[in-house]
Nanobody, 115 residues
Framework: QVQLAESGGGLVQPGGSLRISCVASGTVFPVNVMGWYRQAPGDVRELVATINRNGLTNYADSVSGRFTISMDNAKNSVLLQMNNLTPEDTAVYYC?????????WGQGTQVTVAP
């Protein structure tokens, strides 16, 4: 079964940086697209960033210039480097990938930005 394993979440001070990662396992064919969504308490889940295996990226306006997404095609993994973090970035971050007609979600990793 295809699964996504996330790691790297935690507590960071405003202005700090954090890197979260996601690795897809159980894949038979290469992953073409991976990305991140996030959901704050009481809010809807929103797109953060996506990347395809050719390196084409897409960012939400709220994170553009601060976050960088990258993917290792051979390992079917994705990283999100988050810089200049603010309390508004506090959320559960979910890894996702469309794979053979389905959307696969990770369990989420908590990112908290606070003094």
């Amino acid at each position: 079964q295809v699964q996504l394993a996330e790691s790297g979440g935690g507590l960071v001070q405003p202005g700090g940086s954090l890197r979260i990662s996601c690795v897809a396992s159980g894949t038979v064919f290469p992953v073409n697209v991976m990305g991140w969504y996030r959901q704050a308490p009481g809010d809807v889940r929103e797109l953060v960033a996506t990347i395809n295996r050719n390196g084409l990226t897409n960012y939400a306006d709220s994170v553009s210039g601060r976050f960088t997404i990258s993917m290792d095609n051979a390992k079917n993994s994705v990283l999100l480097q988050m810089n200049n973090l603010t309390p508004e970035d506090t959320a559960v971050y979910y890894c996702y990938t469309p794979y053979i007609g389905n959307t696969i979600w990770g369990q989420g990793t908590q990112v908290t930005v606070a003094p």
